[in-house]
């Protein structure tokens, strides 16, 4: 994913209000952009990173810049635009890096499906060939105090990322072939873990969801200025132990 028109570099002062973020910039001086991320982005910002900001060249829109990634004083890139990752993992399907998805003919994005009026980010299909459900979580949780380089998914309680659970047993138990696929949008992270100590009725159901036999892949990114694109695998740890 490459962004055109370029990112602008600015410097964060705050994050407010779940959808809204002040920055400031050595010629446009202070002013607020569009937060695309409503999650609670835990130890994901702090005042000082340097941001990427995409111009939507939209005269009138309330808050013409929107924060796409982060350079951190430590060194780590981070992407907290959550709405891009389909497509990052279209983008890496395609060009044949996520090689446990390959050989279908079609990959169709949001498709509703399940028992419970949910949305499967992707449906692969192929002639003869049982139909891919892949659920997309983007990961950016770091906690070295647990581990060096250890990710965790979810960063709050998530009944909704429960629900995705439950629909992607039932796809499964089908005989379909159902996939959770992390998407690492932290450089700092090197491994993925369900958050037990954050959501333990997650952590549970992930558990589950496994021995039922959803797969799970962990991809992380390469992230610029210039570019997101899909890197490599990450491993998955699955840690029963409580933290």
């Known amino acids: 994913m490459k962004f055109q028109p370029p990112l602008l570099k600015a410097t964060l002062l705050k994050r407010y209000k779940r959808f809204l973020a002040d920055v400031t910039h050595e010629e446009l001086g202070e002013f607020t952009v569009h937060c695309p991320n409503t999650g609670s982005m835990k130890n994901c910002w702090s005042e000082g990173d340097s941001v990427y900001l995409l111009d939507s060249q939209n005269p009138k829109r309330k808050y013409q810049y929107t924060w796409i990634s982060s350079h951190t004083p430590s060194g780590d890139w981070l992407c907290l635009h959550t709405h891009l990752a389909n497509q990052i993992v279209i983008e890496g399907i395609n060009s044949g890096v996520v090689k446990e998805l390959q050989n279908y003919d079609a990959i169709k994005p949001e498709v509703k499906y399940g ?16 139909n891919c459900y892949v659920e997309i979580k983007t990961v950016t949780l770091l906690e070295n105090e647990l581990g060096e ?4 998914f ?6 909704r990322g429960q629900k995705h659970l439950r629909e992607l ?11 959770l696929f992390f998407l ?12 037990r100590h954050i959501d333990p009725k997650y952590a549970e159901n992930l558990s589950k969801a496994i021995e039922t036999g959803v797969e799970i892949l962990v991809y992380r990114t390469h992230i610029s200025p210039a570019e997101i694109i899909l890197q490599d695998s990450l491993p998955f740890i699955l840690d029963k132990s409580k933290s």
């Open 115 to 130: 028992e419970e009026n949910s949305r499967i980010d992707l449906l692969l299909s192929a002639k003869n060939e049982s």
């Open 149 to 152: 380089g250890k990710g965790f």
């Open 154 to 159: 979810p960063d709050a309680v998530t009944t």
């Open 169 to 179: 047993m039932t796809i499964a138990e089908s005989g379909q072939r159902a996939v």
């Open 184 to 195: 690492v949008q932290h450089s700092g992270i090197k491994s993925v873990s369900p958050a």
